[in-house]
């Protein structure tokens, strides 16, 4: 699991929670919890995402957050590593003599990219297959993406929807002065809320994703070049050296293959 996610927004919730027990002790933080506030603001934004998205999308937001908060990095260098050495293998024994190392590779993507090289298809073929599977990898991201950003957008929206709310009700009550402040509280809650889920929970989330389908697209260069450099023979240096321009300098050091 990504902890960096939940302990950032848990950080974000404590500091708000500490400034307002250092200002008004503990009775005023049992001030800001407002159940009906709550349903407002965040179940107003999922309907709103239901009306912008078809259902299956929506069905899927369980899985797309899932995916924010898994840990799913990949290491560029231990492709880098991988290529190598079937290029080594492949130039001492052929290409065939690869089939038992395909079994053992775990990233889907440069297995199917690597059967493909040793089921000897066109270079061309498997360039436009590869790619094509990528533009639909990256488009499927976005859709995940623009959901979080989409909430992060509706629930400030959604808070200020309530906080009307609230100051309607408040002035059906005027003739009660005591209850101005009050209900003042609460609809000012509402705005609270919605810019708290919209600005420390929802465009964050959205953009770790983008930073992981960033990350995810990235490997997956590196590895349909891996593969063409392959299915074409290049040597071993040769496709360390080519690989390794994908990395920062810092890692290429640490990414060498051992000798």
Known sequence: MDIMTILGIMVGLALCGYGIILSAGVPGLVAFINIP???????????????????????????????????????????????????????TDGLLALEEDVKNIKNDFLKRGVQLVIDGVDAEFI??????????????????????????????????????????LMLRRLEDPSMIGIGMAVALLTTLYGLIG????????????????????FVKEVIIRGVMLLQAGAA???????L?????PKMRQVGAPKK
């Open 37 to 91: 506030s709550v349903l407002i603001t965040f179940g107003g934004s999922f309907a709103s995402l239901m009306v912008n998205y078809p259902l299956k999308r929506v069905v899927n937001f369980a899985k797309v957050l899932n995916k924010a908060l898994k840990e799913t990095h990949e290491d560029p260098s231990e492709i880098i590593n991988t290529f190598v050495n079937l290029s080594k293998k492949a130039r």
């Open 127 to 168: 360039r436009n297959l590869m790619e094509t599977e990528l533009t639909f990898i990256r488009e499927r991201h976005k859709v995940g993406q623009e959901m979080f950003f989409a909430l992060g957008t509706y629930n400030p929206a959604w808070g200020i929807i309530g906080t009307v709310i609230g100051l309607i």
């Open 198 to 217: 919209g600005y420390l929970i929802w465009n964050p989330i959205g953009g770790k994703l983008r930073r992981k389908s960033e990350e995810e697209i």
């Open 236 to 242: 071993p240096r040769l496709i360390e050296s080519n």
């Open 244 to 248: 390794k321009a994908y990395l920062e």
